[in-house]
T-cell receptor
Framework: GESVGLHLPTLSVQEGDNSIINCAYSNSASDYFIWYKQESGKGPQFIID?????DKRQGQRVTVLLNKTVKHLSLQIAATQPGDSAVYFC????????FGAGTRLTVKP | EAQVTQNPRYLITVTGKKLTVTCSQNMNHEYMSWYRQDPGLGLRQIYYSMNVEVTDKGDVPEGYKVSRKEKRNFPLILESPSPNQTSLYFCASSSPFGGYVNEQFFGPGTRLTVL
């Protein structure tokens, strides 16, 4: 069946550096993608989304890039801060929402 | 405050003892769903509901039941819990956009241990 996957399970960056978290998806018909952040002991929280008719979307310090040709999604976090340490999930949506396994981001001071 | 609430937050039980985890949202969302989260497997959907009295199986429905008698509530029922249902459970709700599932709002999670 279709699945959403992540390239790396962990990512460690220095405070102040930029972070890039990648995600591959399988269903070329997926219409809508979301990045969630999950801090320890909490439920996932929405960060940013993008629809399939867009290639790029920017938020505050975050940017999502969508490459439909290779079915790849990435989340870029600018000037990473200690508060960004969390697990990040990508999710794809068509009729329902499917989540990747997550990437744990650790920010070193 | 707009939120999704779950109860209990923590539960330790024994094999075979029926239990219910409640979920309630105050955002008038049509869509609600239950997920379980296990290490290395991410979030896997158990059941979802597009609206009152409409429920459908997700990826891992075996051993679970749900009901959607009211818009705001979506309880998860384990009729005969087994140790392999030990997991972290999340309820979520959403207001579909254009017929598709939109951003979901998640509850705080329920950590269930079945001995």
């Amino acid at each position: 069946g279709e699945s959403v996957g992540l390239h790396l399970p962990t990512l460690s960056v220095q405070e102040g550096d930029n972070s890039i978290i990648n995600c591959a998806y399988s269903n070329s018909a997926s219409d809508y993608f979301i990045w969630y952040k999950q801090e320890s002991g909490k439920g996932p929280q929405f960060i940013i989304d993008i629809r399939s008719n867009m290639d790029k979307r920017q938020g505050q310090r975050v940017t999502v890039l969508l490459n439909k040709t290779v079915k790849h999604l990435s989340l870029q976090i600018a000037a990473t801060q200690p508060g960004d340490s969390a697990v990040y999930f990508c999710a794809e949506t068509l009729n329902d929402m499917r989540f990747g396994a997550g990437t744990r981001l650790t920010v070193k001071p | 405050e707009a939120q999704v609430t779950q109860n209990p937050r923590y539960l330790i039980t024994v094999t075979g003892k029926k239990l219910t985890v409640t979920c309630s949202q105050n955002m008038n969302h049509e869509y609600m769903s239950w997920y379980r989260q296990d290490p290395g497997l991410g979030l896997r959907q158990i059941y979802y509901s597009m609206n009152v009295e409409v429920t459908d199986k997700g990826d891992v429905p075996e051993g679970y039941k749900v009901s959607r008698k009211e818009k705001r509530n979506f309880p998860l029922i384990l009729e005969s819990p087994s140790p392999n249902q030990t997991s972290l459970y999340f309820c979520a709700s959403s207001s579909p956009f254009g017929g598709y599932v939109n951003e979901q709002f998640f509850g705080p999670g329920t950590r269930l241990t079945v001995l």
